[in-house]
């Protein structure tokens, strides 16, 4: 069966620091990987998304970098943390589609990160 | 941008009584799917309708698509304690492959 897992659970990082979050999927091949941001209260940003090794589409224009080194591992990186980037972080996968898009995504447990 | 938008943002019902939940969405779909997210934890997946479908059942669960007006609803019967979540739509935009989700709504069932 497949599995995600992402980590860590939970990260306090002082601003300026660097950031790495990392996601891996196991029991699947060639997935569609996500990072998403979720505010406290508030619905999923997202933030990246990759139908491939080394290929990443941005969604929104930030302090965040993503890279897929691996078919299955994905992750979000930071040179230097700023407070705008705390929040609930999510890494999810979906089956690479076959014709319709007819395919639910699968979530990680996410990363609560603190910046101070 | 967040291509499905729920409303109300907050409902809150006795258990036992039933829980409506919409979305709104901007453009064609493939499908559309709902999301149920506890509190600090990850989203799973409840169910996902196609864009050719109407409705569709599961358990206690009913969802509705209406293409004409671009919105779906979520209706959760006979509601639980255990219901009490935020529950978002999420669709997938054309070939581009993202998932992107509605802001949520937060239903909390009191027992």
């Known amino acids: 069966s497949q599995t995600i897992h992402q980590w860590p659970a939970t990260l306090v990082q002082p601003v300026g620091s660097p950031l790495s979050l990392e996601c891996t999927v196991e029991?699947?091949?060639?997935?569609?990987l996500y990072w998403y941001r979720q505010a406290a209260g508030r619905g999923l940003q997202l933030l990246f998304y990759s139908v491939g090794i080394g290929q990443i589409s941005s969604e929104v224009p930030q302090n965040l970098s993503a890279s897929r080194p691996q078919d299955r591992q994905f992750i979000l990186s930071s040179k230097k943390l700023l407070l705008s980037d705390s929040g609930f972080y999510l890494c999810?996968?979906?089956?690479?589609?076959?014709?319709?898009?007819?395919?639910?995504?699968?979530f990680g447990q996410g990363t609560r990160l603190t910046v101070v | 941008s967040q291509q499905g938008e729920e409303d109300p943002q907050a409902l809150s019902i006795q258990e036992g009584e039933n829980a409506t939940m919409n979305c709104s969405y901007k453009?064609?779909?493939?499908?559309l799917q709902w999301y149920r997210q506890n509190s600090g934890r990850g989203l799973v997946h409840l169910i996902l309708i196609r864009s050719n479908e109407r409705e569709k059942h599961s358990g206690r669960l009913r969802v509705t698509l209406d293409t004409s007006k671009k919105s779906s609803s979520l209706l959760i019967t006979a509601s639980r304690a255990a219901d009490t979540a935020s529950y978002f739509c999420a669709k997938i935009a054309g070939s581009a492959r993202q998932l992107t989700f509605g802001s949520g709504t937060q239903l909390t069932v009191l027992p």
């Open positions: 453009t064609s779909i493939n499908n």
């Open positions: 029991g699947t091949s060639n997935p569609n």
């Open positions: 999810a996968w979906a089956p690479r589609p076959q014709g319709q898009l007819n395919t639910e995504a699968f």
